[in-house]
């Protein structure tokens, strides 16, 4: 079978597997299986835990063996642990099962960004990745459309639905997906432990991609509590409105954020088409900023229309993050023989913080409440600005040396 274009692909990519709707599988631990807020937090930590065993390792074999391979690997695993998510109400299964979901997902991290960015080429890839976050924005929203129709007769049958359809990317790419930017290394020089090391020695000999490495750590510190505690901060603190049902509450902020995230995409391209590195680096430091200070907002709102608005812009500047982070790092990477496992240690840095910060962050939620937890995710995110302004010093490129 011929296989498709690549840049085609990977925005196919982009659309479909943003189509599961997460906050519906958020809605339905709370809702339908009434989980505590530790228990919502140990469900993030089980998950980057697995995150922080898997990410270098699945990276290493993404650039020793196949990128393509691993992508495929990862589509699958994350699909048939979501599927399973949905078969079970007991707890603890479920805890495991987001734990295979972070470790299929190692497979694709990394893997993912450096095939794409291998196969257009790396100078290319600032607006490839923010042309692939528009394509999630609509993708998101289309799927958003059919969770919340899908929810409000089964949360149960949505989730299982969402991962079919990420279980029904892996199979497709078994066929259609390319891998002409990638080449196998030798049989002679396919030791994983070489491969591993020449990453490591090419991030510790790079001080800006330590030092972009390093605010992964404390961003994923504070992210747990705005992927996990929103919906139960609405629904016990907050409080919904009389006559407004949940599900399309929520429905309606992940679109509401989608739409505007969508918008907010295009001059971001301008702006990064136009001014290259420095303004990444500028427009991330802007972002991220807004975040905390938002995430805040939402944590102290006392009412509901100001709660959904604030949990709206922290998502919408969040989202607007990821793909100018992972433009700025693969710029960096000089070396496309261990693009995929430096870009893995940026993973295993956000997930090393979110296993370390979230169960914190969770007995916080527990002990003095969810707001509490909120803001205090929000100021773990703090000392990522300041490594950001520092990187900054650099115009956000021309790393210095560091002695190995």
């Known amino acids: 079978m011929k296989r498709a274009d690549a840049l085609r692909l990977y925005y196919a990519l982009e659309l479909v597997t943003a189509m ?13 299986l009434h989980f505590s807020a530790l228990q919502l937090v140990l469900v993030a930590s089980a998950t980057e835990a697995a995150i922080v065993a898997g990410e270098i390792p699945t990276g290493v074999v993404a650039d020793t063996y196949s990128r393509r391979l691993s992508v495929i690997i990862g589509l ?4 048939a642990a979501v599927v399973l998510i949905g078969l079970t109400s007991t707890p603890w299964l479920i805890i495991v099962l987001w734990g295979a979901w972070g470790l299929a997902s190692t497979f694709q991290s990394g893997a993912y960004e450096a095939w794409i960015a291998d196969e257009v080429g790396a100078d290319n890839i600032g607006s490839v990745f923010l042309r692939g976050a528009r394509m999630r924005y609509v993708g998101s929203m289309v799927g958003l459309c059919a969770c919340v129709a899908l929810g409000l007769v089964s949360l149960r049958a949505t989730v299982i639905a969402g991962g079919a359809v990420l279980l029904g990317c892996g199979l497709a790419c078994i066929f259609l997906m ?5 080449r196998r290394r030798p049989p002679a020089e396919r030791a994983l432990g070489a491969t591993a090391l020449a990453g490591l020695r090419f991030a510790r000999g790079n001080r800006l991609v330590l030092l972009l490495i390093a605010t992964a750590l404390f961003a994923g510190a504070g992210a747990v509590a705005l992927d996990r505690l929103p919906e139960a901060h609405v629904l016990r603190d907050v409080g919904v409105p009389s006559g407004i049902d949940p599900v399309i509450a929520f429905g309606s902020v992940a679109g509401i954020t989608m739409l505007f995230a969508f918008f907010a995409v295009r001059p971001v391209i ?8 420095p303004v990444v680096a500028k427009l991330l430091v802007a972002f991220t900023v807004a975040t905390i200070a938002a995430q805040i907002a939402f944590a102290l709102s006392g009412t509901f229309a100001l709660a959904m608005a604030m949990w709206v812009v922290a998502l919408v500047t969040r989202i607007l993050v990821r793909p100018l982070y992972t433009t700025w790092l693969n710029k960096q990477i000089s070396d496309s ?16 913080g979110q296993v370390t910060g979230g ?10 409440g969810i707001p509490v ?9 703090l000392p990522a600005v300041a490594l950001y302004a520092r990187a900054l010093r650099h115009r956000g490129a021309e790393p210095e040396l560091v002695a190995a």
């Open 337 to 352: 023989s261990v693009r995929a496992t430096v870009l893995s240690l940026g993973g295993q840095a956000t997930a090393v």
């Open 373 to 381: 937890a909120l803001v205090t995710g929000a100021l773990a995110g």
């Open 76 to 79: 699958v695993g994350m699909g």
């Open 359 to 368: 169960p914190a962050i969770g007995v916080v939620g527990n002990a003095a």
């Open 178 to 182: 390319p891998e002409h930017g990638f």
């Open 20 to 32: 599961p709707g997460w906050v519906v599988v958020d809605l339905y631990l709370v809702r339908t």
């Open 270 to 277: 301008a702006r990064v088409d136009d001014g290259g590195t």
